[in-house]
């Protein structure tokens, strides 16, 4: 066992709570501070956990002797002291996500065509951003980990149908140099809750759904295009087999991820959540919204070596 990692969190918003609990069950990890502007969502924290101090000056965090780590974002700042910095794209820690990752990684499921991704509900509507930034990092992210490349193009259509200024319903095209290619559709206008994803390979194929009993299936199905006997002949074969679905821990991704962020500071490594794709994540949504103002047009992604 490792000495524990003294961290406080900045920011009480929809995940920071989730974040402190966390921080608080990992072994590798001592919350021991929090800061925020609300006075109420500091009573909140204090009520459940008495020994967390609570602030709403972040300069008393920063300043703090006994704070080891911060959960806030700032990668300047991080690079100019030589800091761990980890964006929190938690399902980079989702056993689903990463047991698909395994497979990609061992080519199970043969060159990838193309990857299907829906992520809608009804609500929560934001006040100020898009739907593409509020939702779309969970699978820009998931794609740029499991594909290890960034998007050579991106197009976008949305529209804002309940707050004309703020989309809340985007279809996103993505196109990759291996040449597989995706469509994320985002949206907080569904009748119900949707996570699902479909991979294409040439050997097989693969559906994730992250709110079934079984997150991950794999179907023995293709097809498969045979040599013409004659000019202009072409048949094609459809080959249907067994369904598996592969078992997958149970596990939280954020109590995976605050164990990796105190992993990397205490080993001195980069974290699985990298600073490097966080900045890639951001990239692609800012080509999203580059399409969106130019009429879906179709916007080249500047190549960039990022490390997987």
């Not at 609300?38 to 459940?48: M, S, V, Y």
């Not at 980890?86 to 990463?98: A, I, K, Q």
Request: charged residues 25%; glycine residues 6%; hydrophobic residues 45%.
């Amino acid at each position: 066992m490792m000495e524990p990692v003294r961290v406080a969190v900045v920011g009480l918003g929809y995940w920071g709570p989730n974040i402190v609990r966390n921080l608080q069950e990992h072994p590798n990890a001592e919350i021991v501070a929090v800061c925020d502007k609300r006075e109420e969502a500091l009573d909140k924290i204090a009520k459940r956990y008495p020994a967390v101090r609570t602030t709403t000056r972040v300069e008393e965090v920063i300043g703090a002797d006994d704070i080891e780590a911060i959960a806030i974002d700032m990668a300047m700042l991080a690079d100019r002291n030589g800091l761990v910095l980890m964006p929190g794209h938690t399902f980079l820690y989702s056993p689903p996500v990463n047991c698909i990752r395994e497979m990609l990684r061992a080519d199970a499921l043969g060159e990838i065509y193309f990857i299907s991704m829906s992520r809608v509900n009804l609500g929560l509507h934001q006040p100020d951003v898009s739907v593409a930034w509020d939702l779309g990092p969970h699978d820009f992210s998931i794609l740029r980990y499991w594909l290890e490349e960034t998007p050579k193009y991106v197009t976008a259509a949305s529209r804002g149908c309940v707050i004309p200024s703020i989309p809340d319903v985007a279809f996103i095209n993505l196109e990759f140099p291996s040449g597989a290619i995706s469509h994320v559709e985002l949206s907080w206008l569904a009748p119900s809750k949707l996570r699902r994803t479909t991979i294409v390979g040439s050997d097989k194929m693969l559906v994730y759904d992250d709110t079934s009993n079984e997150p991950v299936r794999v179907f023995d199905s293709g097809v498969q295009l045979k040599d013409p006997e004659s000019f202009g002949e072409y048949k094609l074969t459809y080959r249907t087999g067994d369904i598996v679905s592969p078992h997958v821990p149970a596990a939280e991704p954020l109590l995976l991820e605050m164990g990796d962020f105190c992993e990397a500071i205490r080993l001195g490594r980069e974290p699985r959540s990298s600073r490097d794709l966080g900045i890639e994540v951001v990239r692609m949504i800012e080509a999203v919204d580059n399409s969106l103002a130019g009429d879906g047009a179709r916007i080249e992604l500047a190549a960039e070596a990022v490390a997987a």
